[in-house]
């Protein structure tokens, strides 16, 4: 019985840790969602190019929908620049490889050389892919 034990003890610390790789606590993923926002407020476009997933759907409070080169393109052109992000609150769930984050921001942005200040919902849904987060879904709600 002893070896049976010793045999799956190996087991068992392996799935343990293989489970721990994998694990993501919400505050861990709201971490993603400031890294977003840095990496939009500072148009960094190596960064964001990390964060954002390949197939990433991006939609805006006016429902114009973007993908990732779009997105970026707005960014590099200056279409869109993003002055300020600030978190007002976020709740984060987790799923394994997913996590699902609904918060509520505001946020200024100039918009063809227009200034707005903004009051939206944003929907995140960020997926863990060859071992890092990407986002693959951006859906902002204008609130009042």
């Known amino acids: 019985m002893a070896h049976m034990k010793r045999k799956w003890l190996p087991i068992a610390f392996f799935a343990a840790l293989l489970a721990a790789a ?5 505050e861990q993923a709201k971490s993603l969602d ?6 939009t407020m500072h148009a960094d476009a190596a960064a ?3 964060i954002l997933a390949d197939d990433l759907t991006y939609t805006h409070t006016g429902g114009n929908t973007q993908t990732k080169a779009e997105f970026l393109s707005s ?3 200056k279409k869109i620049r993003y002055n300020s992000i600030e978190f ?3 709740n984060a769930r987790v799923y394994g490889n ?3 984050i609904a918060s509520r921001v505001h946020v200024k942005v100039t ?3 227009r200034d707005i200040s903004l009051h ?4 995140h849904v960020w997926v863990k892919r060859n071992g890092r987060w990407q986002l693959v879904a951006h859906q902002a709600t204008q609130i009042q």
């Open 22 to 26: 994998h694990a993501q606590t919400p």
């Open 34 to 39: 400031r890294e977003w926002a840095e990496a």
């Open 48 to 50: 964001l190019n990390h």
């Open 75 to 77: 960014l590099r052109e």
């Open 88 to 90: 007002e609150d976020a």
């Open 98 to 100: 997913t996590a699902v």
């Open 111 to 113: 918009v063809d050389g």
């Open 120 to 123: 939206p919902c944003f929907l």
